[in-house]
């Protein structure tokens, strides 16, 4: 036991900064959205923007790409607005080949990609729901995607979740097979998904709208079928701020730390949250502050998800804040807990609220 906690405690840690739901093609705002640079690596889990912007949608890219030593883009409903799948898969491509952005984007569309000189995989899709049979008629008529997105049915929707569940379940099953065969001098892989739909249905989405029959839309319950063994979870799409847990804690460790901060908190919070240790997770808060004046509504959320008892994590939410914006976040400090960081504001020049983990 002392032997394993030793290799966990000098494994590196791989940084992470991720956003999710820009929604950039609202009032074309991709060249004003502000990013700070707050971890090596930029995860971008979907609904970015529309594909169809290709040029101000490549211009942000190479914003980043510029200044992140990696981004790592998933597709979300949003990106393939105004046009077909096929199209909007294709242009995706073609922006991994600019050379704008000297090779330093990775779509992830059913994909690996394990991050050079660490133990960290990542596996990236869409995962587009399941929508059953008896909610058919009222999510083709409630969900944009069937006007928006060119050629879209329920039948296609169904299949690519289908598609998506089947490569993740293939992957992740591959690298069990492979962390089990290693030796004391192998390093295990750290398993990090990053999808734009919610692998969960309940407590994803707002009480308000939980028993609506369009909810299948957003998310699917799959945690339970043989996806095990994930560390982190990354996903957006629900734009609601929530935590629980799911699955099991950390052995030997019960207690758990939740704490919902607003704007008038700040303060306090940062007296209280600058460095938290809590068993084998470090939760840390940064809290600063921005100006974000009016005219243009910015909906920012991300999901994280922890599932399983294996590794290390550090956790920094930085929250830039808002004196006319309703701002919370919510820190769980167990294994099995989902953090999830919205704002609701203002934003003209848009400086992000994100998150930053630290994977090893």
Known sequence: MLHKLRSYLNRSSVSFQILSDLHLEIN?????????????????????????????????????????????????????????????????????????LNGRLIVLHQKRYDVPGSCVTILGCTLWSKVPHESRDVVQSKVKDFQKIEGWSIDDHNASHDSDLAWLRKEIHSIHQGNGKADKRSKRRSILVVTHHAPLLQRTSSPQHAQNPWSVAFGTDILSQALAGVKVWVFGHT????????????????????????????????????????????????????????????????????LTPQGFISICIRLLACIDAY??????????????????????????????????
Do not use: M
């Open 239 to 306: 734009h609601y701020t929530t935590d629980f847990k799911e699955g099991q804690p950390f052995p030997g460790f019960s207690a758990s730390a939740i704490v919902a901060l607003g704007y008038h908190e700040l303060q306090e919070a940062e007296k209280s949250l600058q460095f938290l240790p809590i068993g084998s997770i470090q939760l840390v808060a940064v809290w600063e502050s921005s100006c974000h004046p009016p005219n243009c509504k910015a909906i920012e959320c991300l999901n994280v998800l922890s």
């Open 28 to 100: 074309l705002q991709y060249s004003v959205y502000e990013i700070p640079v707050c971890a090596e690596h930029l995860i971008l889990a979907g609904d970015i923007g529309r594909l169809t912007d290709y040029d101000d949608y490549r211009h942000f890219l190479q914003k980043q790409t510029d200044r992140f030593k990696l981004v790592i883009l998933v597709l979300g409903n949003h990106e393939f607005y105004n046009g077909t799948i096929a199209a909007g898969l294709e242009k995706a491509r073609q922006l991994e080949r600019e050379p704008s």
């Open 327 to 360: 701002q919370c976040a919510s820190l769980a400090s167990s294994s099995s807990s989902r953090i999830h960081q919205r704002q609701y504001g203002h934003v003209k020049h848009s400086v992000a609220s994100s998150l930053v983990i630290g994977v090893t």
